[in-house]
């Protein structure tokens, strides 16, 4: 019952996350093309956010659909995912307007960063919480290197920034590809369930 | 299971999409005839977006309604429908503010146009998914001919807003009419399993 | 099952609306009275149309919940209220903002009356579906004859406003005060299903 | 029923409050320190807020659980909780920005006083409903004397922002680790249910 509710909590906050977004695109002041044209790194930046916490939404999905017991703890580590999340919006947006100027978007790979790490402390205590059953524990525990590798992954980003954004936008896409497709082992556990 | 969230997940962006518009709204200097004036170009495209992401909405809840599994293919081309329906405030503030400029309506026209491609691709996987229900085929290879329909409908809007706006405004209200009733046949369905 | 999902949308645009209203609360620009005075009459209005909506909701919850099934017109007629709900954070800060001017006080009192309206009709249309139900039919005509009489005192508020914006906050009030309690016939009926 | 319409409509809104806070985060003109630095007292302040609705959401969540029945005083007490929690992200800004001036950290005690004695109201209608149920009543009586506790701080808080707002700061982390953890033996109770 208690799970039910932090994922319809979770579900709320990560939809209002995902559309307050949209209200951060301020529309040009005319239609000619001097206007329009600075709408591109914005909307590119929206789109990349989106997929992100796109991302984040079908892989808690999976998460929280296979917790069994929620506890205090759980619900703290979920808030503390949530926090950064929240903070997406923000970053986006600033990366979006300075048309990724290298300190916003090395904000935006440290963001990204504790995002991961706060995943990563949630899983780490669901499977603490689970580690009797070994049919949820080996995929989690595979999520737990994905979830390794992507902060990795973030923190290269950081200093990448530095050099040349792309290459943190490369080294973000990597992350989204390694995250694109829920664990399908996970999700075949559920199905046995 | 997985279906309950993903309908309550749309469900939330649908909500915060179609109740976020009402914030672009803005209040006029002063209560006089010329400050007030220019709310109605915005406050039409408010109710005519209003109407659309609806439409949306009912058509969005007879089709999930209507489906038996959910997998990882569904949800991105859900997450990548509402990627675009979430772009529909950002376009309808545009086109109010410049009163129903060309190029705004344009890009309005598009951006209904990409909603509308995005639909059918959803459609088009439930039905994959689905083939093997006859039941379920029939009335979803219906809504794909409406929604072939009504992509060509939008995509005439784009370049009749260089003609004048007030067409697009009524091959808007085409597909808004063809649409405005979901599939009986598929509620029907739904009443028959 | 439709019901729910209703219900859940329903929900989502309200919840949505009463709490968007305080993003329009611009903060004071320092500290000082004369700064921070302007902000009562936002605040009453804010406070105003936090009841209003929250007796919406109430009424929506038990309205719908007595609901036994759920068509497409019903669908739109909830749309059509929420439409109208929608534009209560605009016109709750037009009338805050300018210190109750007397149009935008009228031009609130027409929003709460097109809510009312819209209130009725949903009420109507579920009374024509329900109608050989005489255990929920009674309550709902009771509900008829509180909406019938509470759009009669918005009505009076419109012209009241011209007079003095004070005798349209005490009709509002009157109102309030007729719909704060859920019908308690409902309510023991639904006791009774 | 009702209950879980109640609990999805707090849960929605609480969710808004806490997200839409983020909207106010207002980006920096530029890259450099001199623009990024005003961000700290802002972002100090929302992780504050973030924690305080974060703890409120996980005490009511508890609450409501732990509700058998749910009447229209119920229901109003709820609304009046969620109207103080409504205002938190107005009175957080203003914090934010104003760089914790005396008299924005005395309104956002006295908002937080009002939320905790609104909180104490639920509490104590619910707790009049469930007298009969020892089991119930003793941990929710546990429930009061905390609330009292940490109104007495919020009470506190007010004055103490005049002398410095860092002791107000502090009262505040007193009443967040004071509720951080929700009442264990409601939980356990809620077990044997």
Known sequence: ?????????????????????????KIPHSTSWVDIKPLFPVLTCYLMSFIMIGIYWGNHHH?????????SKMLWA?????????LVPFATEWMGETNFDRIAVAVYAVLLDMCGIAYFILLKMIMKTHSHDPALYGPLKKQGKKGMLSALLYTLAIPAAFIH?????????????????????????????
């Open 1 to 25: 019952m208690t799970k039910t509710r932090l994922e319809a909590f979770s579900d709320g906050v990560i939809a209002i996350i995902i559309t307050i977004m949209v209200l951060q695109l």
């Open 63 to 71: 998460l929280i659909h296979a917790v069994e017991q929620v506890n």
């Open 78 to 86: 979920n808030m503390h995912l949530l926090f950064w999340l929240s």
């Open 165 to 193: 954004p792309l290459i943190s936008g490369i080294l973000y896409l990597c992350v989204a590809v390694l995250w694109w497709m829920p664990d399908r082992n996970i999700e075949q556990n559920i199905k046995n369930h």
